[in-house]
């Protein structure tokens, strides 16, 4: 993949990634290149600044999804999965009926609802469980 710096007739400047340059020489000469801002195909490279000997920062997506790696680890370390008995189990600890403890599984959005009404502390998770019992 390669990225280009483009401008367009009227000035517009804009950024596209395309599968290698004879690729996009392809494109460009089948007028299917055009401008984001006005749609013309008269479009050509623009000026870009190399990046070179700059060290890449892991993007946001990257730490995000490593935030949310280790929060699944943890939660499947220290809490039991319990699928779609959670509302009742949830809502048990809350009332007394049975010992606190960690747990997690599913809900529908309205069980969820329901809870947090009632003031049972739930949270969604920023990932689908596992589908095995422990």
Do not use: I
């Given at each position: 993949m390669i990225r280009y710096?483009?401008?367009c007739r009227e000035g517009h400047e804009f950024?596209?990634?395309?599968?290698?340059?004879?690729?996009?020489?392809?494109?460009?000469?089948?007028?299917?290149?055009?401008?984001?801002?006005?749609?013309?195909?008269?479009?050509?490279k623009a000026l870009m600044t190399p990046r070179v000997g700059a060290a890449v920062a892991p993007s946001k997506q990257d730490k995000n999804s490593e935030l949310i790696a280790n929060m699944r680890r943890e939660v499947e370390e220290n809490a039991?999965?319990?699928g779609g008995e959670f509302a009742q189990k949830a809502r048990d600890?809350?009332?007394g009926v049975s010992p606190e403890t960690s747990i997690y599984g599913e809900a529908?959005?309205?069980?969820?609802?329901?809870?947090?009404?009632?003031?049972?502390p739930v949270l969604p998770l920023?990932?689908?469980?596992?589908?095995?019992?422990?």
């Open positions: 710096a483009l401008k950024e596209s990634w395309f599968k290698s340059a004879s690729a996009f020489d392809v494109l460009l000469a089948g007028g299917h290149v055009t401008c984001v801002s006005c749609g013309t195909s008269d479009v050509q039991t999965y319990v600890m809350h009332e529908s959005a309205d069980e969820a609802r329901a809870l947090l009404d009632d003031g049972v920023p990932f689908k469980p596992k589908q095995k019992m422990q």
